[in-house]
């Protein structure tokens, strides 16, 4: 019976702090293996239409984004007003939508050449003129295959 105290009190052990270093490691790796950074930075400000029948894409690797809306605050000192063309993270002209076109084919295997797909990222208050004008330089390299992204209409 010398084990037990006469009081009936028990002493609570103090924690161990030595494997919260580990939890705290190991909850960081598992973020940063998790989390995908973005690829390229938005440069222009796009506010996506509403769409009534919105299809989700399957493959994101397969897809080569083309954004067209007025440049973002701090850049309209330096380029205006007026919506510009954003291929990755550059402003470029739509004759130059070929080169941007052919790089993103020769970074894919032979594969997926095939289904490429290029997405028109336009702002919704952008004229028809400049979405027509693109679409028009990706008929003439041979990206037919065109998607609009949309955000589903509440």
Known sequence: MSKFKPSGKKEVPALSQGSL??????????????TSMRETENKVMVKVPEATEVAKLERKDLTSYINIGRPVKDLQRQY???????????FKKTDEIRDFIANERNAMSELDRQQMTV????????????????????????????????????
Request: proline residues 2%; positive net charge.
């Open 119 to 154: 997405a028109i990222r336009a702002d919704e208050s952008v004229r028809m003129r400049i979405i027509t004008e693109v679409k028009m330089e990706l008929r003439r390299c041979q990206a037919l295959s065109i998607m609009y992204t949309a955000r589903k209409k509440e």
């Open 21 to 34: 270093s580990d939890i705290v490691f190991m909850l960081l790796f598992f973020f940063m293996v998790t």
């Open 80 to 90: 205006g007003t007026e919506p510009l063309i954003q291929l990755n993270d550059s």
